[in-house]
C-alpha cells in the first residue's frame, strides 16, 4: 500500500485505511437515519444517503450544509400547536362575544323591569304579594 512493504508501517496504514471506511459507513448511517427523521420524501433520503456513499465525507458535509433545520416530529408538533391555538382563539373570541350578548339582554332585562315598576306607580316592596320575596336593591 503506497508502495509501503511488510512491517509495523504497513500495518498502521492498513488500520489507518480500514478505520477511515468505518468511519465513512458511520456517517453514511449517520445520514440516512438523520435524513429518514427529517425528511418526508424517500427518493430524497436514498439520494442523500448515494451521496454519501459515492462521495465519501463530502458527501455527508454537503448533506449536513443542506439538511432541513428541524425534524419532522417538531414540525408536526409545531403545525398542531399552531392549529390547537387558533382554535383556542377562535373559541375566546366567540365566548367574548357571547359574554357582550348576555350582557345586553341582562341590560335590556334590568330596563324592563325598571320600566315596569315605575308604570305600576309603586315600589316592588309595596306591589309584591305576601309570602314573595323582593328583588335585591343596588
Not at 22 to 42: E, G, K, S
Not at 88 to 93: D, I, M, R
Request: aromatic fraction near 6%; glycine fraction near 8%; include cysteine.
Amino acid at each position: 500500500m503506497f508502495g509501503i512493504g511488510s512491517g509495523p508501517l504497513a500495518i498502521a496504514a492498513s488500520l489507518l485505511g480500514l478505520g477511515l471506511i468505518c468511519l465513512d459507513l458511520a456517517l453514511v448511517y449517520w445520514v440516512f437515519r438523520d435524513a429518514r427523521h427529517r425528511v418526508d420524501d424517500a427518493l430524497l433520503v436514498a439520494c442523500a444517503v448515494i451521496a454519501a456513499l459515492v462521495f465519501p465525507f463530502v458527501g455527508t458535509l454537503i448533506y449536513a450544509i443542506v439538511r432541513p433545520p428541524e425534524f419532522l416530529e417538531d414540525a408536526y408538533e409545531r403545525e398542531v400547536s399552531i392549529q390547537a391555538n387558533e382554535a383556542l382563539v377562535k373559541t375566546l373570541g366567540e365566548l367574548a362575544r357571547s359574554n357582550r350578548e348576555l350582557s345586553a339582554q341582562v341590560g335590556r332585562l334590568e330596563q324592563l323591569i325598571v320600566v315596569r315598576r315605575k308604570a305600576s306607580g309603586g315600589s316592588a316592596r309595596e306591589t309584591a304579594s305576601p309570602g314573595s320575596v323582593p328583588p335585591p336593591r343596588r
